[in-house]
């Protein structure tokens, strides 16, 4: 089974400030990777897909970038709404769907 | 508008039965897979279960695997989840999730709630 590791836990930052998210995976996963944000009583949203392409009405300041094992989220400019728990998610292999275990964004 | 509408949640005694079901609408449901993802409370996500637009293919979690059955009906734009021998670690917030393409899910539903509890 493929493991999705997010770095880090937790992520301190101020608004308009650069956050970087990391997610590694245990073997190759090519690009099949999503990330996905969820604030609290919500259901996650899709922000990226296949790695590296945004989701129909996610805004400019979130990029994915990454291939095979390692791969990055990146919010160019923190606005207040984004602060929520961020998940990677994997599916190289259809029989098995995998999640990082999450990064909590926080107001510092 | 996609909108994906869980119920069937509730409170069961370990050991007991609860069959989730999902309705969807504002697409054409026979064209997506469709997956079931859960949440116990406080915790990350988890994936349970999968299944292809004709239910050709279907796939499941090693946690849930001979316990749990995901089906579907095309016709009535509804998915399913029947749940057995469950255990005090399925309680979780249940999501109805379409899928896009081979890897992502691109809407949930609001969840359903499942508390397995004496």
Redesign the interface.
Known sequence: EIVLTQSPATLSLSPGERATLSCRASQSVSS???W?Q?KPGQ????LI??ASNR??GIPARFSGSGSGTDFTLTISSLEPEDFAVY?C???SN?????????TRLEIK | EVQLVESGGGLVKPGGSLRLSCAASGFTFSSYSM?WVRQAPGK????VS?ISSSSS?I?Y?DSVKGRFTISRDNAKNSLYLQMNSLRAEDTAVY?CARG????????????TLVTVSS
């Open positions: 099949y990777l999503a996905y969820q259901a996650p949203r899709l897909y296949d989701a129909t998940y998610q994997q599916r259809w029989a098995l769907i995998t999640f990082g275990q999450g | 997956n990350g996500l988890e994936w999968s293919y796939y979690a999501y896009l393409g081979r890897v992502s899910i691109d809407y949930w539903g609001q969840g």
